[in-house]
């Protein structure tokens, strides 16, 4: 008897999270839908006041901004999945989708690691060369390297 190679092709996966507790998630629901309008609200405020004052014009605060706009860009991709798994019976995610999501959530760690080491530099100049701060870290030197977001 010969025995054929067989393979099965996953085409979606089976959330399983709090299928066991399906009473408490209406009010997980409403608890991470307020963390992330509250998310959403926050770094929206940051992006704004960065944007809108001239003030703040400065790396430090360019820096944050783009910080902001990459934790929107982080939460937005996960969260309404999440959202959407409590409310409807299907607890499915398809393969492609979730390679999507994993995707997404790699390059936004990766760029958020770029981003803060960017801003302990920035922290590094102003703090052990103050004089050769303005040089150093002039609009010339980090606008090539930001994000596409506003700022």
Known sequence: ???????????????????AHPKLE???????????????????VLILMTVSNSH???????????LSFLDICYTTSSVPLILDSFLTPRKTISFSACAVQMFLSFAMGATECVLLSMMAFDRYVAICNPLRYPVVMSKAAYMPIRLPAPG
């Open 1 to 19: 008897m010969v025995s054929a190679n067989q393979t099965a092709s996953v085409t979606e996966f089976i959330l399983l999270g709090l299928s």
């Open 26 to 44: 209406k009010t997980f629901f409403v608890l991470i839908l307020l963390m992330y309008l509250v998310i959403l609200l926050g770094n929206g």
């Open 56 to 66: 703040l014009h400065m790396p430090m605060y360019f820096f944050l901004g783009n």
